[in-house]
C-alpha cells in the first residue's frame, strides 16, 4: 500500500508540473485544430510483460530456505480507440479504450523444487490521459485508467490454483511520445497498477501467485494516426471565443 500511495504522489505531482508547463511553453501544437483531422480514431500497441517479483520468507513450509521468486518476458498486443476532449480538458487531453491479449509469466523455487506460472488474460481497459509538451515533436504522456481481467488459461508445475479468473484493476502509466508525422505519433509507456479489487487480494496492487507476490509491469509502444475529415464533414465548430481561447490555451501547447 506503501508503494502505491508513493506512485499516486508521483503521479499527480507530474500532471500539476504539466499544467504549469503548459503554460509557459509556445510549441507548435502536436495537432492542427483547423478542422482538417477528426477528434477520434484507432491506435494498435503491441508490448512486453514483466512480472517484478518480491521475495519472502518462507513461512509456509517445514524448510529453512527462503522462496526465490523470479519474473519471466512474456508478451502483450492491444487494438483500440481514441477520443480527444472537443475543448481540452482542464487537467485530461483525451481518453482511449481498447482490448488486449496478454501472458503474464513468472517462477518461484524453494531449495531445489521450482515452479513456473504462465497465464493469458484477455483485458478490456479505460484511460484518461495527459499531455505535457516538451518541443515540437516530443511530449510526457501520463495517464490513469482501469481494466479488468479475464484469465482464458494458465499452465504452471505445480498448477498456480491459487489464482481467480477475473479481477479488476485501477493502473497509472507514464509515456514518452514522438510526432513522427503531421499524422502519426509513437508513445513508449511503461503501466503498472495501483489498486485490485478482488477479495483475495485485499486491494493489493501485486498478484499472489504460489506463495509469493508480482507486480504486472506493461511495456508498449503505442502507435496513434490522426484521421482527416472525409468529404462533405464538417470539422467540429467551438460556440465562442472564450472555447476557442481555452482549447488553444489547454490543448497540447
Given at each position: 500500500m506503501r508503494n502505491?500511495?508513493?506512485?499516486?504522489?508521483?503521479?499527480?505531482?507530474?500532471?500539476?508540473?504539466?499544467q504549469m508547463k503548459m503554460y509557459q511553453r509556445k510549441n507548435i501544437p502536436l495537432v492542427d485544430f483547423n478542422g482538417t483531422y477528426q477528434l477520434q480514431n484507432f491506435y494498435l500497441s503491441p508490448g512486453l510483460t514483466y512480472m517484478f517479483s518480491h521475495e519472502i520468507p518462507n513461512i509456509l513450509t517445514n524448510s529453512n530456505g527462503e522462496i526465490n521468486a523470479k519474473g519471466r518476458l512474456a508478451y502483450m498486443i492491444e487494438a483500440g480507440a481514441y477520443r480527444i476532449f472537443e475543448k481540452g480538458g482542464n487537467i485530461f487531453n483525451y481518453l482511449d479504450y481498447g482490448?488486449?491479449?496478454?501472458?503474464?509469466?513468472?517462477?518461484?523455487?524453494?531449495?531445489?523444487?521450482?515452479?513456473?506460472?504462465?497465464?493469458?488474460?484477455?483485458?478490456?481497459?479505460?484511460?484518461?490521459?495527459?499531455?505535457?509538451?516538451?518541443?515540437?515533436?516530443?511530449?510526457?504522456?501520463?495517464s490513469i485508467g482501469s481494466n479488468i481481467n479475464f484469465k482464458l488459461f494458465e499452465e504452471g508445475s505445480p498448477s498456480p490454483n491459487n489464482t481467480d479468473k477475473l479481477n479488476l484493476a485501477f493502473h497509472l502509466k507514464v509515456g514518452y511520445g514522438y510526432k513522427v508525422k503531421k499524422t502519426s505519433f509513437i508513445i513508449l509507456t511503461i503501466e503498472s497498477p495501483f489498486?485490485?479489487?478482488?477479495?483475495?487480494?485485499?486491494?493489493?496492487?501485486?498478484?499472489?501467485?504460489?506463495?509469493?507476490?508480482?507486480?504486472?509491469?506493461?511495456?508498449?509502444?503505442?502507435f496513434i494516426w490522426l484521421k482527416k475529415l472525409g468529404k462533405g464533414k464538417c470539422p467540429e465548430a467551438l460556440t465562442s471565443p472564450e472555447d476557442k481561447a481555452r482549447y488553444e490555451r489547454n490543448y497540447m501547447q
Amino acid at each position: 500500500m506503501r508503494n502505491s500511495l508513493l506512485l499516486i504522489l508521483i503521479f499527480t505531482s507530474g500532471i500539476g508540473n504539466s499544467q504549469m508547463k503548459m503554460y509557459q511553453r509556445k510549441n507548435i501544437p502536436l495537432v492542427d485544430f483547423n478542422g482538417t483531422y477528426q477528434l477520434q480514431n484507432f491506435y494498435l500497441s503491441p508490448g512486453l510483460t514483466y512480472m517484478f517479483s518480491h521475495e519472502i520468507p518462507n513461512i509456509l513450509t517445514n524448510s529453512n530456505g527462503e522462496i526465490n521468486a523470479k519474473g519471466r518476458l512474456a508478451y502483450m498486443i492491444e487494438a483500440g480507440a481514441y477520443r480527444i476532449f472537443e475543448k481540452g480538458g482542464n487537467i485530461f487531453n483525451y481518453l482511449d479504450y481498447g482490448i488486449s491479449y496478454k501472458k503474464l509469466s513468472g517462477s518461484e523455487q524453494i531449495n531445489e523444487n521450482k515452479s513456473i506460472f504462465k497465464q493469458r488474460f484477455l483485458t478490456g481497459s479505460f484511460n484518461l490521459n495527459n499531455i505535457w509538451q516538451l518541443s515540437d515533436r516530443k511530449f510526457i504522456q501520463t495517464s490513469i485508467g482501469s481494466n479488468i481481467n479475464f484469465k482464458l488459461f494458465e499452465e504452471g508445475s505445480p498448477s498456480p490454483n491459487n489464482t481467480d479468473k477475473l479481477n479488476l484493476a485501477f493502473h497509472l502509466k507514464v509515456g514518452y511520445g514522438y510526432k513522427v508525422k503531421k499524422t502519426s505519433f509513437i508513445i513508449l509507456t511503461i503501466e503498472s497498477p495501483f489498486l485490485t479489487l478482488k477479495n483475495w487480494e485485499q486491494g493489493k496492487s501485486t498478484y499472489g501467485i504460489f506463495n509469493s507476490r508480482y507486480r504486472p509491469l506493461i511495456f508498449k509502444v503505442r502507435f496513434i494516426w490522426l484521421k482527416k475529415l472525409g468529404k462533405g464533414k464538417c470539422p467540429e465548430a467551438l460556440t465562442s471565443p472564450e472555447d476557442k481561447a481555452r482549447y488553444e490555451r489547454n490543448y497540447m501547447q
